[in-house]
């Protein structure tokens, strides 16, 4: 009981959140960084990508701000990680890539 007072899950869905709206502006702001990550990928349609990945984040920072369908949104905060975790393993081990673009 004294865990649950101490860590809020409303409060780490909106501090998710807050990281991935402000991810995402910092990605809509300045974006050369991740264009030289996706440039080392070989994608072709590098804004498409960018739109894409800011739009998502944009809308889930969202979404966990105000704590809109909290178990939903967690679930998506998981996919969202499982996917970027696994494709920076991807290109670290088999493309020898280690700069990111992010922060």
């Given at each position: 009981?004294?865990?649950?007072?101490?860590?809020?899950?409303?409060?780490?869905?909106?501090?998710?959140?807050?990281?991935?709206?402000?991810s995402?502006?910092?990605?809509?702001?300045?974006?050369?960084?991740?264009?030289g990550?996706?440039?080392?990928?070989?994608?072709?349609?590098?804004?498409?990508?960018?739109?894409?990945?800011?739009?998502?984040?944009?809308?889930?920072?969202?979404?966990?701000?105000?704590?809109?369908?909290?178990?939903?949104?967690?679930?998506?905060?998981?996919?969202?990680?499982?996917?970027?975790?696994?494709?920076?393993?991807?290109?670290?081990?088999?493309?020898?890539?280690?700069?990111?673009?992010?922060?």
């Open positions: 009981m004294a865990l649950k007072k101490i860590i809020d899950i409303s409060s780490i869905g909106r501090l998710i959140g807050l990281f991935l709206f402000v995402a502006l910092a990605k809509l702001f300045e974006p050369q960084p991740f264009f990550f996706i440039d080392q990928l070989n994608i072709d349609n590098k804004r498409v990508s960018l739109s894409l990945i800011v739009f998502v984040e944009i809308s889930l920072g969202v979404l966990g701000i105000i704590g809109f369908h909290k178990k939903n949104v967690f679930l998506l905060f998981g996919i969202l990680f499982f996917i970027f975790s696994f494709n920076h393993f991807y290109v670290f081990i088999f493309k020898g890539i280690t700069l990111s673009g992010c922060f």
